[in-house]
């Protein structure tokens, strides 16, 4: 059994489904379980007790809301585009397959070598706006439209920072494969480029923030002012695929940061996989803790973050990172 499995990994078309099957698994798991994270967080912040009743400590509560998304009716605006309507969900999910395949969860297991990991991954997750454009124009609606609208223009102010930030790193370590950029790091907190370079592990957290369209920069989606935003005439799975990509989001920028900041896959002792998960979930409690502690900004300050402090900043942190590494090369 063992050497049909090593047969297996030796050969790179299986590996590479193998992989995708272990991602479509682990992406389904991993949103159930930041739903409950997700409330239980909310709950304590908030002094309530969270989910309690489905399940011991409110286990099964994300099961029953998926089972319950699952049979709720799929509705289309009688005024339209059923086309783009529905294009909308499947396209913010798409690129998600594509973004996890160069993630560095362990140096012994590569699915898809590549020296372009982290532009690839850049690339495709540009694309998850262009799903909010869809669903704004598609609905019909003018809640859904402005939070179209908000989308595009957060996501090209804030992608702004954080490739400078990112280049930061990669002109670092020489190398824009992913593998490459968390190896070059020691096992050591010291040796980690949050510790060498906070100023750009600080933006990078900021612009990803930002990017999922998490509070306290859900602009888009603000239900205070937009109803639901761009997903107002969304119901059961619609919705549910716009909520899965956005956990899947969540886990891919995460991911990005843990290999880029802090060392990937390694660690004081036993590197490995376990590690790069711990990372990432650190990162992921963070974001959460953040929705259920700050309040949300209006869109001008929103704007301003990025157009007036964060992209100066990162310039500023890419130009002394270039004399730096130019110095240090000469």
């Not at 996501?155 to 990669?170: F, G, K, R, T």
């Not at 949300?296 to 007036?308: E, M, P, Y």
Request: hydrophobic share 60%; with cysteine.
């Amino acid at each position: 059994m063992m050497n049909v499995f090593h047969l297996l990994l030796a050969n790179p078309a299986a590996r590479l489904v193998l992989w995708l099957l272990l991602m479509f698994a682990f992406i389904g798991f991993n949103a159930l379980i930041l739903v409950w994270v997700e409330r239980k967080v909310a709950g304590y912040v908030q002094l309530r007790p969270g989910p309690l009743h489905v399940g011991p400590q409110g286990l099964l509560q994300p099961l029953a809301d998926a089972v319950k998304l699952m049979g709720k009716q799929l509705v289309t605006p009688a005024a339209g585009d059923k086309l783009l309507f529905w294009a909308a969900p499947l396209l913010a999910f798409a690129p998600v397959t594509v973004c996890f395949l160069p993630m560095p969860f362990d140096a012994r297991f590569n699915p898809l070598p590549m020296n372009l990991g982290l532009v690839l991954i850049l690339a495709f997750s540009g694309l998850g706006v262009v799903s909010l454009c869809l669903a704004g124009w598609g609905s019909n609606s003018k809640f859904s439209l402005l939070g179209a609208a908000r989308a595009v223009a957060q996501s090209v102010a804030y992608e702004v920072p954080l490739l400078l930030s990112v280049m930061a790193v990669a002109i670092c370590a020489g190398s824009l494969d992913l593998y490459a950029i968390a190896g070059h790091q020691g096992a050591w907190p010291w040796q980690w480029y949050a510790m060498k370079n906070p100023l750009a592990f600080f933006i990078f957290l900021v612009c990803a923030v930002a990017e999922t369209n998490r509070a306290p920069f859900d602009l888009p989606e603000a239900e205070s002012e937009l109803t639901a935003g761009f997903h107002t005439e969304y119901s059961g799975m619609g919705f549910g695929i716009f909520f899965l990509a956005e956990y899947a989001n969540m886990v891919i920028v995460a991911g990005v940061a843990a290999a880029l900041f802090l060392g990937g896959w390694q660690g004081p002792f036993f590197s490995g996989v376990w590690w790069f998960l711990l990372k990432i979930y650190a990162i992921l409690v963070f974001i959460i803790w953040m929705r259920w502690t700050f309040p949300r900004v209006r869109f001008d300050q929103l704007l301003n973050i990025s157009w007036k402090w964060l992209t100066p900043l990162a310039l500023l942190d890419l130009a002394l990172v270039v004399v730096v590494v130019g110095h240090l090369g000469a």
